[in-house]
């Protein structure tokens, strides 16, 4: 039987569950993952860079020697191992015992999603406001509205979250706003970096108004020249939830994250994880220990920065030499992701079909936004496709755009011509208001 199916229930869902709609992101995958079609749109890791002989090797050496306890139920927090090979790898970043960073005080969860939604479910009633970068990330998104909350963006631009924005916000919302969610390093999907000056007047000002801080910090290893700024909570302790995955330097299919929690909240979170999962996988637990313990994880990371920046340079490469007059990009120093802003007139979301038709696919600005605004900006992805495939999307987009414009200049008014280049001395800004 074909067609729609007719949805009889809708009358008896609960009233968070009625708003509910699909991500961006989500809706793009079928079409997406077609081998005739140059993928820009999602945010996969390139697992192909990974020993996978040697890990498959150890999986197999975890279940023969492990398999009575990684198979089983585990605890709730997550094993004092894994929690402890965490705090290693926060090290890195300079989150450690010195900032008050210990082993008890991490709740281990299923991927990063998990460790939003548990934060929301902890803090969020219906009708309450969170503050969160625009645009910001379409998972964290999905989390708020599906806790009833509302979302107020805060404006950035090139130096990440704009200070005073943030505390306009704060003045608006009149106490309503429970916590600022924001990814200060190499932001999904915007590509741009917080500032050393202005996470500490960030830090300044949620301290100073009493509003907690959710920082998640998926890509802060993903550097591609020097180290990252450190974390927000590196600097402060009190009142600063910190939020990671393995899902991007190691392997998102384990599905393992963490949130670096207060003290306090530590036991809290634990029991609302209980609630939903009862305990996260003891087996993935293990890979990801035994990964850690055995394997040469800090040089896996190093291999995937120079994969990433490679393919970083080709994508900008592309952009500067193909995109037509009027389109304006972000440069990231790490992650995954450019955010690029359209000539006037163009609208990412409209435009998506006819991409696709072309054989290319990315992100429409609309997905990164509460109240569905962004439709003049795209998230292009380019830690997947190789060098040649990323040239050979940004052809294919290209192409669309130049017909959309073409279209426009006929039966609406002109675009406006302005000179391409990326955000920077020497170009126009991307407009991440």
């Known amino acids: 039987m074909t067609g729609t199916t007719q949805d009889d229930y809708t ?228 009142g600063v939830f910190y939020l990671s995955t393995f899902s991007k330097t190691f392997a998102p299919g384990l599905r393992v994250g963490w949130i670096l929690a207060p003290h306090a909240v530590r036991e809290k979170l634990v029991m609302t994880s209980e609630a939903q999962i009862l305990c996260p996988s003891a087996f993935a637990q293990a890979a990801v220990t035994r990964y850690l313990t055995t394997m040469p994880w800090r040089e896996q990371i190093k291999t995937y920065r120079e994969i990433y920046r490679e393919r970083r340079d080709a994508l900008l490469d592309a952009l500067q030499d193909l995109m037509p007059a009027g389109t304006t990009w972000t440069r990231p120093e790490g992650g995954l992701f450019v955010w690029a802003t359209l000539p006037d007139g163009l609208d990412s979301k409209a435009m998506m079909p006819r991409a696709i038709a072309a054989r290319v696919a990315y992100v429409p600005g609309t997905g990164f936004y509460a109240d569905g605004s962004g439709a003049n900006h795209m998230r292009l992805n380019f830690s997947f496709p190789p060098p040649e495939r990323i040239r050979e999307g940004v052809r294919r987009l290209a192409g669309v755009m130049e017909q959309e414009l073409a279209m426009r200049a006929v039966f609406g008014a002109p675009a406006l011509h302005r000179r391409r280049g990326h955000a920077g001395a020497d170009a126009p800004g991307p407009d991440l208001s």
């Open 11 to 238: 009358d008896r869902y609960a009233r968070r569950v009625r708003g509910m709609t699909a991500s961006e992101i989500r809706a793009l995958f079928a079409v997406a993952s077609r081998p005739e079609v140059v993928s820009l749109a999602g945010g996969s890791p390139y697992i192909a860079a990974l020993p996978l002989d040697a890990v498959g090797e150890m999986l197999a050496h975890l279940a023969a020697d492990e398999g009575t306890t990684s198979l089983q139920y585990g605890i709730g927090q997550g094993t004092p191992e894994l929690r402890e090979g965490i705090c290693e790898v926060m090290s890195l970043s300079g989150i450690d015992a010195s900032t008050g960073a210990s082993p008890d005080d991490v709740v281990v969860t299923v991927g990063g999603q998990q460790a939003l939604d548990l934060v929301a479910r902890l803090f969020l009633d219906p009708g309450d406001v969170v503050l969160a970068e625009g645009p910001t990330y379409v998972g964290a998104l999905g989390v708020f509205q599906a806790a009833q909350a509302q979302v107020r963006h805060i404006a950035m631009d090139a130096d990440g979250l704009v200070p005073a924005a943030l505390e306009e916000a704060i003045a608006e919302t009149a106490g309503r706003a429970k916590f600022l969610y924001t990814i200060p390093t190499y932001q999904n999907p915007a590509g741009v970096t917080m500032s050393e000056q202005r996470r500490e007047q960030v830090l300044d000002i949620c301290e100073r108004a009493g509003l907690l801080v959710v920082e998640d910090d998926p890509y802060g290893t993903l550097s591609f020249a020097g180290d990252a700024p450190r974390p927000l909570r590196a600097r402060r302790r009190d």
